[in-house]
Structures are given as C-alpha cells and as structure tokens.
C-alpha cells in the first residue's frame, strides 16, 4: 500500500526558532509533492516540487524534494505564532488523485 | 480570487438520516474531489469526479456516494448516517495535473 508519512505528527517551539517538518514516503510512482498549511479552515497551498533537489522558496519558508532517498523537508525560519497550523504534504498520482499524510501539528509560542 | 464553496460549515445529523453536502466552485475546473479528515489518518480520499456525471471511487468510498450534475457542482451523499461517519469534509478541485488544489472551508458533520 502505497503511504505517506509526516514526522514528527506534533511540534511545540519558540518565537524565533527554525523548524524542519519531514514527509517521506513510499509511493512507487508520483507527477509531484505537494505541501498545505491549515489553519482552521481550508488547507493553503505552499508548494509543489516536481524535481529532486531543486528548493523552492517562499519568504521565510523553503521546501526541497529528494527522490532518492524518498523525502521532502519543509523548513520554516524565524518562526512567528501565525505560523501555528497543522501542515500537510500529500503526493498528487495519476488522475489527479493526492495521498495525504496524517500532517504535523506546529506550535509557535511567543 | 477562485472560490470553492461548501454550504454549510457544521451540520448536526442523526443516525440513520440521509445528509447531503454541496459543494461548488466558481473556477471551472475539471476536477473535483471529496476528503474527510480525522485526527491521526490526515486527509482520505473518498470520491473525485473528473467530468461531469463522471466519478471514480477514492479509497474509502463505502457509505458514501456522490453526484455530479453540473461542472461547478459535487455533492457528497451520505445514504443513511452513521456516528462514524461523524468527520471534517473537505471538498476540493484542480484544473489539470500541473496545479494545487483549492479547498473549501469544510463542513463538521456530527452524526448522533
């Protein structure tokens, strides 16, 4: 079976820190990675990756895809409390279908 | 900005009714798909329509079906409601295989 999982499922940090959110799977076949932030509402879209090792960047986000080793990583830096959401990465297969994983839940304390 | 709307954004059902959630978007899109969402199992799939009056089953489609009768309408049919069907919906749509998806807000259901 086919899956897709986050680590770690919950993270509590301070103000300022830099986190690192992990997903790796086991998918044998993909057109790309996806990751979304949720906050009480609808996921947001943040990124896809299509290629290994090409990092995308958005602010103080960044996310980088390894198909070798079977892993993407989404970086957040100088973290701030609006940054608390549940993230999620999911990988998009033939027919549009995405396989989520269970999400990390990321608290920011100031 | 696209749009997909879910009408309702909690719903309180008892066992046994049949529960219908509508959702449209307003960006034409091809695609549409519907999740639930429950702690600890993230995001399940349990049917996508790629056209209309097309659908294919996701991977939990059982207690469930879905209509599509019109492009920028999906609806999710729970045929008779049971207390584990209790869950976040979400619906989403896409245009193609090259783009996110755009969620809707979502609706928590309660069945009871």
């Known amino acids: 079976e086919d899956k897709v999982v986050q680590s770690p499922l919950s993270l509590v940090v301070h103000e300022g820190d830099t986190v690192t959110l992990n997903c790796s799977y086991e998918v044998t076949n993909f057109r790309s990675l996806l990751w979304y932030k949720q906050e009480k509402k609808a996921p947001t879209f943040l990124f896809m990756l299509t290629s290994s090792g090409i990092e995308k960047k958005s602010g103080r986000l960044s996310s980088i895809l390894d198909k070798k080793e079977l892993f993407s990583i989404l970086n957040i830096t100088a973290t701030q409390t609006g940054d608390s959401a549940v993230y999620l990465c999911a990988l998009r297969q033939g027919a549009q279908k995405l396989v989520f994983g269970q999400g990390t839940r990321l608290t920011i304390n100031p | 900005d696209v749009k997909v709307t879910q009408s309702s954004r909690y719903l309180v059902k008892r066992t046994g009714e049949k529960v219908f959630l509508e959702c449209v978007q307003d960006?034409?899109?091809?695609?549409m798909f519907w999740y639930r969402q429950d702690p600890g199992l993230g995001l399940r799939l349990i049917y996508f329509s790629y056209d209309v009056k097309m659908k294919e089953k996701g991977d939990i489609p059982e207690g469930y079906s879905v209509s599509r009768e019109k492009k920028e309408r999906f609806s999710l049919i729970l045929e008779s409601a049971s207390t584990n069907q209790t869950s976040m919906y979400l619906c989403?749509?896409?245009?193609?295989?090259?783009?996110?998806?755009?969620f809707g807000s979502g609706t928590r259901l309660t069945v009871v």
């Open positions: 989403a749509s896409t245009p193609g295989f090259n783009d996110g998806y755009t």
């Open positions: 960006m034409d899109h091809e695609n």
